[in-house]
């Protein structure tokens, strides 16, 4: 099968990853899969949500949005219509759930680590890259609190990313743009750790059931993706990876 963008069916997209975007946030970056983009940022708050409070745990969570004009018809500001539509709340929680498998909450004390992810411009693998991209502000942050004491034990316990699979023109794909997502046959998103553990895995057949070796062997190309994935981040962290030091 020849994709659009001519890569090989197991081949994730370009990536590119600016950190420390904007001056203001404890973490931030500008991050590309392809011809997706996105602005992540991290804000560090000296709160919790009412049911932690006394806990002595933290709290990470995600907020999630698309800009007017990162797709070719115009997606209206849900502030504007005065509700969080049903995909950005899942986004959301995807995004918050992804992040708090591999945080030590209690390490973190009673602050909540607030993600914004903004989709500048979407072509397929919005919540994947937001996944990926999160876990670098989220490093950032945390390596701003423990380096400045106010935390004692940098609280990650791994790494996380994530990437789709599918299959189109019976073909196992990794990592589809937005011209393949619409035509797939299957079409999955998988969240894994660094130690190569599922946090999350999100499948269905939009036209045709998939067999339990086919199911494998896209959690198989998917966990490829991670790995790749996961070079990327380290190599954007580099010398500041607490990540790294402390293994």
Request: hydrophobic fraction near 40%; include cysteine.
């Amino acid at each position: 099968m020849k994709r659009v963008d001519g890569r090989k069916p197991n081949e994730i997209r370009k990536v590119k990853i600016i950190r420390d975007y904007y001056p203001h946030a404890e973490g931030s970056v500008w991050f590309e899969l392809g011809d997706t983009k996105l602005i992540c940022t991290a804000t560090v708050e000296e709160k919790v949500p009412q049911f932690l409070k006394g806990t002595g745990q933290g709290w990470v969570t995600a907020e999630y949005a698309m800009l007017p004009r990162s797709t070719p018809v115009r997606v209206a500001r849900e502030v504007m219509i005065g509700k969080t539509g049903g995909r950005t709340q899942e986004i959301q929680r995807l995004i918050g759930r992804s992040l708090r498998a591999i945080v030590n909450l209690e390490a973190l004390g009673e602050r909540t680590i607030l993600i914004d992810c903004d989709v500048v411009q979407a072509d397929g693998g919005t919540r994947t890259a937001a996944i990926t991209a999160s876990f670098m502000v989220l490093c950032d942050a945390l390596k701003r609190l423990y380096e400045s004491e106010v935390i004692s034990e940098f609280p990650l316990k791994d790494y996380v990313a994530a990437v789709s699979v599918g299959i189109a023109d019976n073909t196992i794909l990794l990592d589809l743009c937005y011209e393949e997502d619409i035509s797939a046959q299957v079409d999955m998103n998988i969240v894994m750790s660094g130690d190569g553990k599922f946090i999350e895995v999100q499948g269905t057949a939009e036209k045709t059931p998939f067999s339990k070796d086919e199911l494998s062997k896209m959690l198989g190309l998917a966990e490829k993706g991670v790995r790749e994935l996961i070079v990327i981040q380290k190599s954007a962290l580099g010398k500041d990876n607490l990540m790294e030091k402390q293994s």
